[in-house]
């Protein structure tokens, strides 16, 4: 049986784990705040559910380990600063941004950026933590603590936001899942639909930017992309070097899921075309307990984390893969009141798209 070492043991990890195990991989995902070593062997490979971890003896050992897959990309998009230059430095459409420097001023980034510039701390920030609008321009100063911490970034007029996942293989080829529409609320994303007809135009694009990166990375396993669509065009908002929220769907909605299609890669065996089935809903859930009632709305596949539950935090999510539309939206309905009112904008948001 082969062992993959996972940094990280949320619930990426465990996902990555039960994926694993149909192949009879043994994915081992490690608490990264564990004082403890491991028995990590030479060919073993080490993998990693985040993009950013504290100096602990756990994660100094899985760091140094010589089969640890994507090393060097893991620092580059852990910052925002290394992650936008890059894109940049690749001709890749994002949205326009300055560097936060010590004598930067609201003003200069105004001149630059526009009336609405939006701060986000360069690491760490995650679910629209770490982000900070400078609302009014001439009255609303940089915060001390965000300089030469932050990036800015013009506010984009989005029409909606949308996600790639793709994955690499050792060899350099290159597959894709369907582009993913997400609703994000307060900067957390709440909601995805995939696949859907009336991005397909856009898939293309969306390939060729994240086959761009990966390539340029030498990547291998799954990355996600997370993107702003804006009229015909996608503009890039951030990368993701690991499985991605919005990649959960492919638990129902494919066959090989984002999770498994990372093992694959990672343990070096074979990648394919993934066959998607039809379209797929997600419902994530957020700050809410646990509803046993879930199960019982047709075509429910309930993951739950068993986290504790805390306002704003992701506790688990609900994936639909149902055989035609006006099911899934059906189920949609039952589910409605066995969640918080304030979910009617979400289940709204993705019977909306289910036509
Ligand atoms: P994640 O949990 O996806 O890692 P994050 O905290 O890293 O989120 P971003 O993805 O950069 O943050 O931003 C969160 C959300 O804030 C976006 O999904 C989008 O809704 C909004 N947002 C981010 N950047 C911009 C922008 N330049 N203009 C307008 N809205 C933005
Ligand atoms: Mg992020
Ligand atoms: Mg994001």
Known sequence: M???????????????????????????PIDIESEETFPLQAHEKVTAEREQWPETAATRQLAAHPAFVNLNTFPILADRYTQKSLIDKLGLATAPWQLVQSDTSAEDLHNVLG???????????????GQHWLREPGRDAIPDDWHEQAIAEQAIDFDEEAS?????GADGQCYFYPLTLNLHVNGILLGSVSPLARLAHLQQEA?????????????????????????DHLLINE??????????????????????????????LPLVEPTVKNTSVMVNLVGTERND???????????????????????????FCLSNLA?????????????????????????????
């Open 115 to 129: 009336e609405r510039v939006l701060l986000k701390r360069r690491t760490g920030g995650y679910d629209g933590r």
């Open 2 to 28: 082969s062992r993959i070492w996972v940094l990280g043991a949320g619930q990426l990890g465990q996902m990555l784990k039960h994926a694993g195990m149909p192949l009879n991989l043994d994915v081992r």
């Open 293 to 319: 009632d879930w199960l019982s709305v047709p075509g429910a596949e309930l993951y739950w984390y068993g986290k504790e539950v805390r306002p704003g935090r992701k506790v688990g999510h609900i994936n």
């Open 164 to 168: 790639i996942v793709g994955m690499r």
């Open 239 to 268: 990368l993701a070097p690991r499985v991605h929220n919005s990649g959960h769907w492919t638990q129902s909605g494919a066959n090989v899921s984002q999770f498994e299609a990372h093992l694959r890669a990672v343990a070096g």
């Open 207 to 231: 390939e060729r930017m994240l086959g761009t990166l990966m390539n340029d990375l030498d990547y291998v396993g799954v990355m996600a992309m997370e993107c702003f669509r804006v009229g």
């Open 327 to 355: 099911d899934t939206k059906a189920s949609l309905d039952r589910l409605e009141p066995m969640l918080p009112a304030s979910y009617g904008i979400v289940l709204d948001w993705l019977r909306s798209q289910l036509n």
